[in-house]
């Protein structure tokens, strides 16, 4: 095998929760254009479905499943899907997260809202990966991915639990490794840095005209803001047979910062 060939996804099975939008819809068509069928799961079913519409035109299979992943028993019922439908399940990519759009400081923060950000950006990638995980186990292996974030890194005033949750996702994604990797399953992360999604300017109340001046404020080593388009080479190499001798990591794509 190549090494090029090595990265191929051709015959897989990926899975993207969060796929109708933003980091997640990039990773959904990377994920594609190196060869696998995709699922995108979301709560948005317009959004989803057009992207696996996207998805088909490349040539793939695409699935659209409505749901709400902090369901716990949704979880399962997904997986089920996925098997019916597509016949395997190769890479679960947990993408879906995110708050309320609104800065508050854990002093101020409402118990409801703990919870709401703990369940999405949190339980959601626990209860991911073990619907995932038992699926894979009967399959032979697999690999799983978890978006955390940049601000899992550093403290993060006024936006508290969301970096909390994603400081969870990333010893969760080395306690999984640990536990999976007897199987054959695989299970890494990407910790993106600043990027523009619809969630990231609503938060910061920010618009597109406001981001060279953000750049020099941060001052961001390569010199610009982050793309969807940055993350997806990551997922795509730690879903593939490239990162074969890889487990337990999170890698930071933020520009330097």
């Known amino acids: 095998m190549t090494l090029l060939n090595r990265f191929s996804l051709a015959g897989k099975v990926g899975v993207v929760t969060g796929g109708g939008r933003g980091i997640g819809e990039g990773i959904a068509y990377g994920l594609a254009e190196a060869g696998a069928d995709v699922v995108l799961v979301a709560r948005r079913t317009e959004e989803i479905q057009q992207v696996a519409n996207n998805i088909r035109k ?5 699935l659209a499943i409505t749901a709400d992943i902090t369901v716990y028993s949704r979880m399962q019922e997904i997986v089920a899907e996925v098997i019916e439908e597509m016949g ?3 890479c679960w990519v947990s993408n879906a ?3 309320d759009g609104v800065q508050r400081s854990l002093m ?3 118990e409801e809202q703990w919870d709401v950000q703990l369940d ?15 699926a894979m186990k009967e399959h032979g292996g697999g690999t799983i991915v ?8 550093r403290p993060s005033p006024m936006n508290g639990p969301y970096a909390i949750a994603k400081t969870g996702v990333e010893n969760l994604t080395q306690t999984l490794a640990a536990e999976l990797g007897e199987f054959g399953i695989r299970v890494n992360g990407v910790a993106p840095g600043p990027i523009p999604t619809d969630v990231f300017l609503k938060f910061f109340e920010l618009e597109e005209k406001d981001l060279p001046e953000l750049v020099k404020t941060m001052a961001i080593p390569l010199g610009r803001i982050g793309h969807v388009q940055d993350i997806a080479p990551a997922v795509v190499y730690l879903a593939s047979d490239a990162s074969s001798w890889m487990t337990g990591q999170t890698i930071s794509i933020t520009g330097g910062l």
């Open 58 to 62: 490349m040539g793939r299979k695409a």
């Open 88 to 90: 395997r399940l190769d």
């Open 97 to 99: 997260g995110g708050g």
């Open 108 to 110: 101020e923060l409402p």
């Open 120 to 134: 999405l950006n949190l339980k959601a990638v626990w209860s991911g990966a073990q619907a995932a995980s038992k």
């Open 146 to 153: 978890n978006i955390s974030s940049i601000v899992s890194h």
